[in-house]
C-alpha cells in the first residue's frame, strides 16, 4: 500500500528532552511537509523541503529542526528550545511541479510535555 | 500577513439537507484551493481541489472559486451523520515557494439524525 506512515503515534517528551518524530512515503513525492495543529486552530507550517538535502523554514519553525536525507524520509526534531512542544504533528507529502498539487498527509504524532 | 478565514461553528444542519461551507482568503496571487476533513483525533484527508472560477462537482460534494471576492465554498448535498466532522479549507501560499499551504481553523459541522 502507497501511503505516509508517521511514528509513534503518542510522544512524550521530558524537560530539556529533544525529541524526533518519523515521516516516511512511498508515494515517491519530491516535497514533504511538517505541520503544528493545536486544539482548535488550523495547521501551520514547520519545515517544508522539495529535494533531498534542501529544506525551508514554514512560519513557526523556531525550536525545530529538520533532515532530508533520503527522499522518502523527513524527521522533524524537537527541540528543548521549544518552550510550547504539547501539539498535533502532522508530516504531508506532495508531487512537485506547476504549484496547484495536493498534500496528502499521514495519521499525525500527538506530543505531550510530561 | 496570509490568512485564510472560516466561521468556525459549529454548523448544525439536520440529515438530508444542504451544509454549505464558507471560506475567504487574503493573497490575491494563490491559485490553488483544497477542502478537507477531518475527523476528531484524525489527520485531514481530502475532499474537493479547485483552481478555476466556476464550480466543481464530485459527488454530494460541490466546491466554488470566486477568485475576485476571494471566496471559496464548499457544499454538501444530502448531508449524513457521517459528514459530521471539521472542515479545513486550504490555499496555497505564493510566497513559500507556492507549494506550502495556509489552512484556516476550520469549521465544526455537525448533522443531526
Known amino acids: 500500500d502507497g501511503g505516509i506512515t508517521q511514528s509513534p503515534k503518542y510522544l512524550f517528551r521530558k524537560e530539556g528532552q529533544n525529541v524526533t518524530l518519523s515521516c516516511e512515503q512511498n508515494?515517491?513525492?519530491?516535497?514533504m511537509y511538517w505541520y503544528r495543529q493545536d486544539p482548535g486552530q488550523g495547521l501551520r507550517l514547520i519545515y517544508y523541503?522539495?529535494?533531498?538535502?534542501?529544506?525551508q523554514k514554514g512560519d513557526i519553525a523556531e525550536g525545530y529542526s529538520v533532515s532530508r536525507e533520503k527522499k522518502e524520509s523527513f524527521p522533524l526534531t524537537v527541540t528543548s528550545a521549544q518552550k510550547n512542544p504539547t501539539a498535533f504533528y502532522l508530516c504531508?507529502?506532495?508531487?512537485?511541479?506547476?504549484?496547484?498539487?495536493?498534500?496528502?498527509f499521514g495519521p499525525g504524532t500527538r506530543l505531550l510535555v510530561l | 500577513q496570509k490568512e485564510v478565514e472560516q466561521n468556525s461553528g459549529p454548523l448544525s444542519v439536520p440529515e438530508g439537507a444542504i451544509a454549505s461551507l464558507n471560506c475567504t482568503y487574503s493573497?490575491?496571487?494563490?491559485?490553488?484551493f483544497f477542502w478537507y476533513r477531518q475527523y476528531s483525533g484524525k489527520s485531514p484527508e481530502l475532499i474537493m481541489s479547485?483552481?478555476?472560477?466556476g464550480d466543481k462537482e464530485d459527488g454530494r460534494f460541490t466546491a466554488q472559486l470566486n477568485k475576485a471576492s476571494q471566496y471559496v465554498s464548499l457544499l454538501i448535498r444530502d448531508s449524513q451523520p457521517s459528514d459530521s466532522a471539521t472542515y479545513l479549507c486550504?490555499?496555497?501560499?505564493?510566497?513559500?515557494?507556492?507549494?506550502?499551504?495556509?489552512f484556516g481553523k476550520g469549521t465544526s459541522l455537525l448533522v443531526t439524525p
Open positions: 493573497d490575491r496571487g494563490s491559485q490553488s
Open positions: 504531508a507529502s506532495s508531487t512537485l511541479g506547476t504549484g496547484l498539487e495536493t498534500q496528502y
Open positions: 508515494l515517491n513525492h519530491d516535497a
Open positions: 486550504a490555499v496555497n501560499d505564493p510566497s513559500n515557494s507556492g507549494y506550502a499551504l495556509n
Open positions: 523541503s522539495q529535494i533531498v538535502n534542501d529544506f
Open positions: 479547485i483552481y478555476s472560477n
